[in-house]
Every structure is written in C-alpha cells, then in structure tokens.
C-alpha cells in the first residue's frame, strides 16, 4: 500500500501551467525543502516501484465523491513524473461526469478524447503540451464520452495502447465512483488506481464503498492518497524534521 502524501491547503505554486484560478494545492516549488513536493516525490517512487514496466505505466486517479481532489493530485503527479524522468507525460480527462482539466490549464475542451477516439481529430491537435516541463494534456474533447463507453469501446482500449507508447506516464482524472456508473470498469483499463480521499472531508463509509467497488471491477489499487491534510506543527518546523 503506499504511503499517504500530506496535501497542504495553503500550498499554492505559482507556475505558468495552470490558470492562476485553479491553483490551489498545487505543489508551490521543487525546492527538497518543500513539503509537498517532497511527499509527491517519494509517492512518485513508489508508482515507479509498483509499475515497474515503462510500457504500462497508466495510473487513474479515482475518488469517491465529487471531493477528493483528483485533478490536482493527477497534476501534481505528472509536475513531478516530467522533472524526475525526462519523459513525455500525459495528463488525460477521462471525468465524463464533469471534465475541469480544459479549465485548470485554461483551454478550450476539444479537440480531446472524445475527437481522437472518433477519429475527427489528429494527434498534434488534440493532445496539447503545457509548460515547459513535458507535460501534455488531453481534454474530455467535443462531445465526452459516457463513462460506460469509456471503459468497453474498442476505440478507447486501442487508443490507450498507442498512448502508452507514446508517454511514459499517463494520468487520468476520472469521473466519482459511487455517482458515475462506468468508472469503475474504467480504471479497470489502467496498470494502476490511486483512490484520493479528501481529509476531514470524505466519510469512511463513502471509502469502503469506493474500495469494494474497484475489487468488484478487478482494478489494480494501488493505494489511499490523503489530500488536504492540515500541519498539526508549524511547517517550517516539519520540513526540518
């Protein structure tokens, strides 16, 4: 099981990726002292360790609820993926429920995934770089899929195979489990699911349920990400520690 990152609320990054809106609980800087980038760091070692073959590599981050913070925990993660391996990285909206990752990097929301799967857009077009950093984004496209089609079109499950040629990572913000029918089946699809639970926030019965319904849909958890986790010490007392 791996280890839970502390996600502080007041930790903000001001880096030109995402719209200065929407950047609360991103990691503020790559500096060793700080906090949160040291916690993302040592989880992105672990992934590195449970998701040992560079060619399935594609990690869906789940939540039981809307809360959970998903699209920052996915964002955090491919900041980091791009810095510690110089590969390509994708960040992929799969929430059919409600995509936000077009608004987080202030872009328009197709062309995306749902072009590419119908095949009425070209891969330069659809996927996105933002940065500087390697990082790429698909968008929920033109017309989003339904969580269900997401998880069983053919389309889909071939277009995931050439992606992963493509990128040495894949991060996938996806739909809530216990409100979205399909998303379960779809993280099925990918080599790795971290369910992100909101500190103080999600209720424990809301988590077992989220957890049963990924063993009932055979997906690989790989663990418990707790985001929003408040310091009970001063940080500039923690990170010394």
Not at 38 to 48: D, P
Request: proline share 6%; hydrophobic share 40%.
């Amino acid at each position: 099981m791996l280890r839970k990152p502390h996600q502080s609320r007041e930790r903000e990054r001001p880096d030109d990726v995402c719209s200065r809106e929407t950047k609360k609980g991103l990691i503020r800087s790559f500096d060793p002292d700080d906090v949160l980038a040291h916690a993302y760091h040592r989880l992105f070692q672990q992934l590195c360790q449970e998701l040992p073959d560079p060619q399935r590599r594609f990690c869906a981050i789940v939540s039981a609820g809307p809360q959970g913070d998903r699209s920052t925990v996915a964002i955090n993660l491919a900041s980091v993926a791009a810095r510690a391996t110089q590969a390509p990285v994708l960040l992929m909206d799969a929430d059919t429920a409600s995509p936000s990752l077009h608004r987080r990097f202030d872009l328009s929301p197709a062309p995306g995934l749902s072009d590419l799967v119908a095949g009425t857009a070209e891969w330069g077009v659809a996927i996105r770089k933002v940065g500087d950093q390697g990082v790429s984004i698909l968008t929920c496209g033109g017309a989003p899929l339904s969580a269900v089609s997401l998880a069983e079109s053919a389309g889909v499950l071939a277009l995931l195979d050439q992606l992963r040629t493509r990128f040495g990572w894949i991060f996938a913000d996806t739909a809530p489990l216990l409100t979205t029918p399909g998303t379960a089946l779809f993280s099925r699809r990918a080599d790795g699911v971290l369910l992100a639970v909101r500190c103080s926030s999600t209720r424990a019965p809301l988590v077992t349920k989220a957890v049963e319904k990924l063993n009932e849909a055979h997906a690989n958890t790989l663990g418990v990400i707790l985001t929003q986790r408040r310091f009970v010490i001063p940080r500039y007392v923690y990170k010394r520690l």
